[in-house]
């Protein structure tokens, strides 16, 4: 009973063994794509293991307070950022291995050729709350 | 009609209808049913008989469940044998329902969630809501739960070990939303107490009330943690201490020792320490070394060394702590406390720090970053 964070990066994590953009695949290998996405997270659902999934648009500002009574200061998008977060998939899942297995699953998602992308996701462990036995 | 009376009957009307004849899968979800439907009605309408309101309603929604071609002839079976309602069930049945929701072939989080449906009478929104998934996430994993023990007989006896690991899982997640899991864990292992008679299941009761009975002093008003030796004892729950000792010394006396009645030993001494430098750390420490003996779970063995750090001395304590390894959860927390005690307060400080990067929760972080802060920035350093 843990949940885990399954981030995807647009950039910043090393590259993919199936390395090919999106924009270049044919439209076929595309909904390739978007079906596995899809069924991925109608199945974790039936194992009652999903908790939320959400894809980010790619452009985002930085905002930053500046002082009483004066708007918020606003910058970016930069497009030097190194780390760039595509979107997200959290889990709800019993051990650690099974959150491992789950995420190279969703690696495992077809790219170009309709083969494995192998793309490298980022496994985040949510903090908890504190146990009440606290001795 | 409180909640959790109604909540409280829903075990035995389910262990009715299987008794009857309802597969558990479709009994449970017939009750489910029913329970949403007197929550729905009974605050404007109550039911002279609860309980046999339920139970009509639950049988009904069965029946109704059951009603096509196919399960007809089953049904007709059913409504000629059906016993008189509202029979009293055997204490018995109930305890059948925890053995066959904490069954061994179901995962930790299934066994929890059906748990608190089945035996516990919430409502699989309730359970999403505690443990923060959807509730379509717990409905499915209610589902198949059920259809994992689908076969498993309901007459038998069950293994109490897992029931009881379970229910101290639900205890220990705490409170985080709406529902007191802590609390709704203390009635269902009451439940389960009377109905086994085992000294662990006193045990694991009496842990849950003396862990219960310090809750509101364990956190500030902001919500920050309060470390035992730091809390106002007067605020301790005085009537759950007693209640907890006097569970905890029955099941002693019986000498059928295990890592439930040795853990709330352990809180029951602190418990008997007016103040926390009259706490029995030397007892603490010798039930420690029964309970590694039990459990040598990592967790059991650093607090095993804090309390040897409390009875013998910090050198001692760093001791005990130098044979577990380093990178166990807690051990640089469990160094840096060691550290501060022996006056070595820079690495104490450097170690609170690292404990509070490796925190699995916010709150002990908080905790920890603040310990941290407190040696760097204090007074002639």
Redesign the interface.
Known sequence: ?A?YLLLKHYRGAPAAVNDVPMDQWTSQEISAHVRYMRNFADR?????????SQALAPEGTFVRYDGEGRPPVTDGPFAETKDLIAGWMVI???TRERALELTAELSAAPGAGGQPIHEWLELR?F????????? | MDEARLRGLTPSVLAILVRRGADFAAAEDAVQDALLEALRVWPTDPPRDAKGWLLTVAWRRFLDAARSETARRRREELLQGEPAPGRAPAMDDTLHLYFLCAHPALSPSSAVALTLRAVGGLTTRQIARAYLVPEATMAQRISRAKRTVAGVRLDRPGDAATVLRVLYLVFNEGYSGELDLAAEAIRLTRRLHVALDHPESAGLLALMLLHHARRSARTTPEGALVPLAEQDRRRWDTGAIAEGIAILRAALARDRLGEYQAQAAIAALHADAPRAEETDWVQIVEWYDELVRLNRSPVVRLNRAVAVGEADGPGAGLVALAELEESLPRHSAVAAHLHERAGDLDTAARLYAEAARKATNLAEREHLTRRAARLRHRPGS
């Open positions: 009973m949940k974790l659902e039936e194992t009652g293991e999903f908790v939320d709800d899942v019993d462990p903090l908890t709350q504190p146990p009440t036995i606290e001795d």
